[in-house]
Structure formats: C-alpha cells, structure tokens
C-alpha cells in the first residue's frame, strides 16, 4: 500500500471525488443548517464514502445515502436529529424557493426512505461506523506550536483558522479512511504554516523536526500523500460549479 495508506478502500480516483465531492459538500451545508457539531459532521462525510466502498455507486442515489448518513452520524455521535428535519432541509438545498414539506404521505415516504436505508447502511458498514477524528489531535497540536511560536509570528498569520479551514476541506475526500488522524492533524498544520511561510523557533538545531515531536511513525513520503490528496480535493472544486 501507499505510505501512510491505512485499510483496503482508498476512494481517491478523480472519477470517484467528482462523483462524491457535490455529495459531501451537501452533507457539510445540511449539517450546518441542522445545527451540527463539527464531529458529527465528520463522521456523516465518512460514513457516506465508507458506504460506497462497500457498494456499487450506480446502485443507490447518493443523496440517499447521503441523507441517511447525516441521521446516522447524529446518532453515533449523540445529536440526535428528526429525520423530517432532515428531510426539510434537504429539500430547501435543492429547491431554495419552496415551502416546507406538507406532513402528507410523500414525506412519510421519505422518512422511511432514510430508516430503511439507515438499516441497510449498518449491515453492508458491519456497524463499524465509530472513527477517529483529527480534530483533538489538531486542537493539541495548535496549543502546543503556539507556545513555540513568538506571539508575533501567531497573531500576524491565522495558521490555526488555515488549519481547521484544511481539515474540513479533507473531508470532501475521505481522507480519514485513508490516513490516520494524528497524521491529517500534523499535515494540515504542516500546509497552513507553509502557506504563511512560518517557520518553527529552534528547528534547524532540533533532533527531531516539528512535526516528528508530534507524531513518531509519520513520514515525509506520507506528509506528501496527504498534501496531494488535498490538492486533487480544491483541484476538483475548481471544476464543478
């Protein structure tokens, strides 16, 4: 496998992100307009592309998916959510102009759309749909550089905002199912100080380099995989309107 590479699903084609990637970016929006924590949300946008690991992409809507993801992960993640809320908020996303769904039998339908699929996503994912997120890691980490950093350096450049910017992006391409999340919370550090060409006190005369203090097993070669995986996710949203 490729450094840094972790399980059999690497969903990293550009066939499989241009598919995804207006499918993730639905999820983030639905999720904000439910009011979703930030993990919840995380866990809805690896749900989904774990699903589709699993499965035939043509053989399912992914909006379905999609949906029955988002009702899920908020009930992984204890924020528990009405699937006609749900349900509203999606079909606001699509048809900006319309009024709130009736409480007739086609929403009926649709809520059990979403169990039915809920259930189905739970066999075909073995119920492993608890995961790691890079977000304590990274809220670590942040504190920690901080303290190495002059305090000039930290308020002149908004790395950390740049950071959680990055790490909410990597979620357009599943790249937790792909990388461990110390590894992504070192790595969107990693970018955002690049970005802003900030360097660590104290580095060159270091043992280790920063972002080895931080995590032992990551390596340049994975450093590079993720920083690529991100760049195919900002270069595909450029292509789809």
């Not at 992960?73 to 924020?79: H, L, S």
């Not at 350096?153 to 909410?168: D, E, G, I, Y």
């Amino acid at each position: 496998t490729e450094a840094g590479r972790s399980g059999s699903c690497l969903p990293r084609q550009v066939d499989h992100l241009r598919v995804h990637f207006p499918v993730a970016r639905f999820i983030m929006e639905a999720g904000v307009k439910l009011g979703m924590r930030s993990i919840p949300i995380a866990t809805a946008c690896t749900i989904y592309p774990k699903f589709f690991c699993e499965t035939i992409v043509d053989a399912f809507d992914p909006y379905l998916i999609a949906m029955s993801s988002i009702y899920l992960a908020g009930k992984v993640e204890e924020q528990h959510l009405w699937a006609h809320d749900i349900i509203n908020v999606s079909d606001r996303y699509f048809n900006p102009s319309s009024e709130p769904l009736e409480l007739d039998s086609r929403l009926w339908e649709l809520r059990d759309s979403i169990v039915q699929c809920e259930l189905l996503m739970l066999r075909v994912l073995r119920f492993q749909i608890s995961f790691q997120h890079p977000h304590k890691y990274l809220l670590h980490y942040l504190v920690s550089l901080k303290n190495w950093l002059n305090c000039h350096s930290w308020q002149r450049t908004p790395v950390a905002v740049t950071a959680w910017a990055l790490l909410r992006d990597s979620y357009h391409g599943g790249l937790c199912l792909r990388f461990q999340a110390q590894h992504i919370a070192v790595v969107v550090l990693y970018l955002a100080l690049q970005v802003y060409g900030v360097e660590v006190p104290a580095e060159v005369e270091a043992e280790k380099l920063w972002w080895q203090a931080f995590s032992d097993d990551l390596t340049k070669p994975i450093i590079d995989n993720i920083v690529s995986d991100l760049i195919q996710i900002y270069t595909i949203d450029t292509e789809i309107p």
